[in-house]
């Protein structure tokens, strides 16, 4: 595990950049070192008045755009990409809990005012407010059409609704608590909820009933994620659609993390961590698991085995988002939202910090191949461009 900085920098520093007499922080933290505090400044150089930007000794500027600013942390070599939203949407009037964006860039959100929502990310203009859970909602998801959403929530029924007209044709009860994640399998004829309660239940869509428990037993479920296998069954029940080759991840509150075979309803492996499973995703047959101590850990999906942890802060991890090119962001209390990759012999030296959160916590993401969005919890939902984030990789 090499031990890498945590660099951030003010919030605004994209407004303060364009301004000739501009000032802002930077800051570093090792973990369990005191942070070091710099500046930047700017300054208009004469000819041609362009604004120059200078920092401390610490750190070497590379280069700056509009939405990017990219320096050296000198005493660690680490290469930092500060990276500014292109538009901050305020449709909620409380902390957001989740988000998800379709291919239209329409997105779906709910908030802790019990509101769960249609919008235009281009517009900003809702469309639809979603009603029928009695409580917040913790998850909502598109299916792939787009045009359907899958919540869940504090009530412990998971709903489908039409993003078209706001109708919920569907809804999933049979948990005994609240529900605090879902996964769509493949079209959506199936989906799989995760509960307080300790269950993983498999549903059947089309006929609002439960097929069975994948999971149970093991006290209180935070998240969960699909993975695919080359592992697969044929399935006899013809309600049960795509499950054959699907793995489920489970993380718990306990810190351990199950994955169980969808269609074998049978557990392959748990891993026991440190701390609480808050939330995981699956990207190139490997898990990715962010814990409550601030730990990221990187698991082989086929046995369970510890590939590598990130442990560059002990802020809780809230949030993690799979995006393209083996890039994974991670969502933290503190605000900070990271970009990082699993090729780490290529990308270690390399961190790009999705900005604007004052430290208020990034309690959901998500992406649509182009754009990718962060759910605050200072009631704004932060838009970025992917082009933005992608191109220091490569």
Same mark, same amino acid.
């Given at each position: 595990?090499?031990?890498?900085?945590?660099?951030?920098? *003010?919030?605004?520093?994209?407004?303060? $950049?364009?301004?000739?007499?501009?000032?802002?922080?930077?800051?570093?933290?090792?973990?369990?070192?005191?942070?070091?505090?710099?500046?930047?400044?700017?300054?208009?150089?004469?000819?041609?008045?362009? $604004?120059?930007?200078?920092?401390?000794?610490?750190?070497?500027?590379?280069?700056?755009?509009?939405?990017?600013?990219?320096?050296?942390?000198?005493?660690?070599?680490?290469?930092?990409?500060?990276?500014?939203? &292109?538009?901050?949407?305020?449709?909620?009037?409380?902390?957001?809990?989740?988000?998800?964006?379709?291919?239209?860039?329409?997105?779906?959100?709910?908030?802790?005012?019990?509101?769960?929502?249609?919008?235009?990310?281009?517009?900003?203009?809702?469309?639809?407010?979603?009603?029928?859970?009695?409580?917040?909602?913790?998850?909502?998801?598109?299916?792939?059409?787009?045009?359907?959403?899958?919540?869940?929530?504090?009530?412990?029924?998971?709903?489908?609704?039409?993003?078209?007209?706001?109708?919920?044709?569907? @809804?999933?009860?049979?948990?005994?608590?609240?529900?605090?994640?879902?996964?769509?399998?493949?079209?959506?004829?199936?989906?799989?909820?995760?509960?307080?309660?300790?269950?993983?239940?498999?549903?059947?869509?089309?006929?609002?009933?439960?097929?069975?428990?994948?999971?149970?037993?093991?006290? *209180?479920?935070?998240?969960?994620?699909?993975?695919? @296998?080359?592992?697969?069954?044929?399935?006899?029940?013809?309600?049960?659609?795509?499950?054959?080759?699907?793995?489920?991840?489970?993380?718990?509150?306990?810190?351990?993390?199950?994955?169980?075979?969808?269609?074998?309803?049978?557990?392959?492996?748990?891993?026991?961590?440190?701390?609480?499973?808050? &939330?995981?995703?699956?990207?190139?047959?490997?898990?990715?698991?962010?814990?409550?101590?601030?730990?990221?850990?990187?698991?082989?999906?086929?046995?369970?085995?510890?590939?590598?942890?990130?442990?560059?802060?002990?802020?809780?991890?809230?949030?993690?988002?799979?995006?393209?090119? *083996?890039?994974?962001?991670?969502?933290?209390?503190?605000?900070?939202? @990271?970009?990082?990759?699993?090729?780490?012999?290529?990308?270690?030296?390399?961190?790009?910090?999705?900005?604007?959160?004052?430290?208020?916590?990034?309690?959901?993401?998500?992406?649509?191949?182009?754009?990718?969005?962060?759910?605050?919890?200072?009631?704004?939902?932060?838009?970025?461009?992917?082009?933005?984030?992608?191109?220091?990789?490569?």
């Amino acid at each position: 595990m090499d031990l890498m900085p945590v660099v951030t920098i *003010q919030c605004d520093w994209n407004d303060v $950049i364009r301004l000739p007499k501009g000032e802002a922080w930077i800051s570093s933290k090792i973990l369990n070192q005191n942070s070091v505090h710099d500046k930047l400044s700017t300054s208009v150089n004469n000819p041609d008045r362009k $604004i120059k930007i200078s920092f401390s000794d610490n750190y070497q500027y590379i280069s700056h755009s509009n939405l990017s600013l990219v320096v050296k942390h000198i005493p660690s070599g680490l290469r930092v990409a500060f990276v500014a939203p &292109t538009k901050g949407h305020k449709v909620h009037d409380k902390a957001v809990l989740s988000v998800a964006v379709a291919e239209n860039s329409n997105v779906v959100s709910a908030c802790e005012g019990d509101k769960l929502l249609v919008w235009d990310s281009r517009t900003s203009e809702v469309f639809l407010d979603l009603k029928g859970h009695g409580g917040p909602v913790y998850k909502c998801k598109f299916f792939s059409s787009g045009i359907v959403v899958l919540s869940a929530g504090a009530d412990g029924s998971s709903r489908i609704w039409s993003a078209e007209s706001g109708i919920n044709p569907v @809804t999933l009860k049979g948990h005994k608590m609240a529900v605090t994640d879902i996964s769509i399998i493949e079209k959506g004829r199936n989906v799989i909820s995760v509960s307080k309660d300790g269950s993983a239940k498999l549903w059947d869509v089309g006929e609002s009933s439960c097929l069975d428990d994948i999971i149970e037993g093991h006290g *209180q479920i935070n998240c969960c994620y699909l993975g695919t @296998t080359a592992d697969e069954v044929a399935v006899e029940n013809e309600r049960e659609v795509g499950t054959g080759n699907k793995l489920l991840v489970a993380g718990c509150e306990s810190g351990l993390v199950v994955c169980a075979h969808v269609a074998k309803r049978e557990e392959l492996y748990c891993k026991q961590l440190e701390s609480a499973c808050n &939330t995981c995703i699956v990207i190139d047959k490997s898990i990715i698991i962010g814990c409550s101590n601030g730990k990221i850990i990187h698991l082989n999906l086929k046995d369970g085995a510890l590939i590598y942890e990130w442990y560059e802060s002990a802020n809780p991890v809230l949030s993690l988002l799979t995006l393209s090119n *083996q890039l994974f962001v991670v969502g933290r209390q503190d605000g900070t939202c @990271t970009v990082l990759s699993i090729q780490r012999e290529l990308h270690n030296g390399i961190r790009v910090q999705l900005t604007g959160s004052d430290y208020d916590g990034i309690r959901d993401l998500a992406f649509n191949g182009k754009w990718i969005l962060a759910a605050c919890r200072d009631c704004t939902i932060r838009k970025y461009d992917f082009n933005q984030v992608s191109v220091h990789f490569k």
